[in-house]
C-alpha cells in the first residue's frame, strides 16, 4: 500500500514503514523491523514464524476514526481468506497532526462516554468528575494519548495488530480474553456502596484522559498488544529480552508500569542488583507521561482502582501473557518458562501458576 506513514526519527517506524509499502510481511520480518535485529538476544527461538501478514489502507470507511485496526473482512469485501491489517492513510500520515486532532476518538468519543457514565453507574454524581482531573493518577494519560493521535508510532501501531492477529490464530492460546477485567470489575462490583460509588468516580477521570473507556485496557488481548510494545520499546538498552518472570517484572517497573508494592520491595533486595543493572535503563516516569503503551496499561490494570487487583495483575496475569508472547516469537518453551502450565487453568481462566518468587 502507497503510505506516506507519519513523520518519525524512530529506525523502527522506518524499518516497518518499507514492509507497509510492499504489502505483507510475515511475522519473524515485521518482529525484525520493530526489534531491529531477529531472533533478539535471550529468545530461545525454536519455532519458524513464517504466516504471512498484509496491509491494506482505508479513508472511507465504518471505522474512520482508528488509527488501525485488524478485522477479518475477506467475506465481505469477497477477497482471499486472509490476515489483514487496515491502516488509517490519514491519521497516519504528515498531516497527522492535525487530522488525528480533527478525527481522533479523542473527540468524537469524549462526548459519548462521559454521556454513557453519568446515566449508567454515577446518577446524581453525574456531573462531579469534571472538576476531579487534578486528583486523578492518571492525568499523565492525557499527554501519552496526544502522542499517539499528534505523533503515531508506525511500529507501536503495527505490532498491536500483528499481535492480535497472532492471538486470533492460536485462538488466544487457553487464555479467555476477559479473564483480569471480569475479575476487576467483580472486585468492584462486590465493594460497599460509598467506595464503589467513589471507585467510578475515579474511573470516570481516567476515561476522560484516554483515548478509549477505561475497561477497554485491561482485557488480556490488549494489555498484551501493550505488553509487546513496551519489550519492543525496552530491549534496545537492555540487550535482551526478559526470560523469567524477575527479569519480566524488573523490565515492567523500569518501563514505568505501575507496580505492587510487593513487587517493588522484591527487587529492591541486594540480592537483586545485577537484575537491577540490566533492566534498570529507563526513567519511569518519563516513559509513564509519554509512552502510549505504557499508559495504556497503567490505566487497564488500574481499571479497578484496586491495589489488590493490581497485584493479582502482576501475581497471575502479565507472566501468564508474557509466556504466550515468547510463544508469539517463536519460544514453545515461553509458558513453561513464566512457570505455567499450557494445559491447567485457575477459575481466572489464566493458565495455572507453579509457583509465585515474591513472597
Known amino acids: 500500500m502507497k503510505l506516506l506513514g507519519p513523520i518519525s526519527t524512530r529506525p523502527s517506524d522506518k524499518r516497518v514503514l518499507k514492509l507497509v509499502r510492499k504489502g505483507e510481511a510475515t511475522d519473524d520480518q515485521l518482529f525484525e523491523a520493530q526489534f531491529g535485529e531477529w531472533p533478539v538476544r535471550g529468545l ?21 476514526n482508528p488509527l488501525a485496526y485488524f478485522f477479518d473482512y475477506s467475506h465481505a469485501r469477497n477477497e482471499p481468506e486472509s490476515n489483514n491489517i487496515y491502516l488509517n492513510g490519514l491519521l497516519l500520515s504528515p498531516v497527522a497532526p492535525v487530522a488525528g486532532l480533527l478525527a481522533s476518538r ?10 454513557d457514565l453519568a446515566s449508567a453507574e454515577l446518577g446524581r454524581l453525574g456531573l462531579v468528575f469534571f472538576g476531579a482531573g487534578l486528583f486523578s493518577s492518571y492525568r499523565y494519560a492525557l499527554l501519552s494519548s496526544l502522542v499517539k493521535v499528534v505523533a503515531p508510532s508506525l511500529a507501536d501501531i503495527v505490532g498491536e495488530e500483528q499481535i492480535h492477529i497472532r492471538q486470533k490464530q492460536q485462538n488466544f492460546g487457553s487464555m479467555t480474553q476477559a479473564a483480569f477485567q471480569a475479575a476487576a470489575h467483580d472486585w468492584v462490583e462486590n465493594q460497599p456502596s460509598m467506595p464503589r460509588n467513589y471507585i467510578y468516580l475515579k474511573q470516570a477521570v481516567d476515561m476522560l484522559l484516554t483515548l478509549m473507556p477505561r475497561e477497554y ?10 505488553l509487546h510494545n513496551i519489550i519492543v520499546r525496552g530491549y534496545p538498552a537492555w540487550g535482551k529480552i526478559p526470560q523469567n518472570t524477575d527479569e519480566l517484572y524488573a523490565a515492567l517497573l523500569d518501563m514505568g508500569i505501575k507496580s505492587p508494592s510487593i513487587v517493588r520491595e522484591y527487587l529492591a533486595r ?5 537484575l537491577r543493572k540490566i533492566f534498570n535503563q529507563h526513567s519511569s516516569l518519563l516513559e509513564g507521561h509519554w509512552n502510549p503503551s505504557t499508559a495504556e496499561m497503567n490505566i487497564g490494570l488500574n481499571s479497578a482502582r484496586s491495589s489488590t487487583v493490581l497485584e493479582q495483575g502482576w501475581k497471575d496475569c502479565l507472566p501468564a501473557l ?26 481466572l ?8 518468587t515474591p513472597t
Open 217 to 226: 485496557f485491561a482485557q488480556d488481548h490488549e494489555l498484551q498488544a501493550r
Open 322 to 347: 508474557y509466556g504466550v508472547l515468547l510463544e508469539y516469537y517463536g519460544d514453545s518453551s515461553g509458558r513453561a518458562k513464566m512457570g505455567y502450565s499450557p494445559v491447567e487453568e485457575d477459575v
Open 106 to 115: 479523542m473527540v468524537f468519543a469524549r462526548f459519548h462516554d462521559v454521556l
Open 349 to 356: 481462566g489464566l493458565p495455572m501458576k507453579q509457583e509465585y
Open 270 to 274: 541486594p540480592e537483586q542488583e545485577q
Open 44 to 64: 530461545d527461538k525454536d519455532t519458524l514464524c513464517d504466516d504471512i501478514v498484509k496491509f491494506k489502507g482505508f479513508l472511507r470507511d465504518e471505522k474512520l
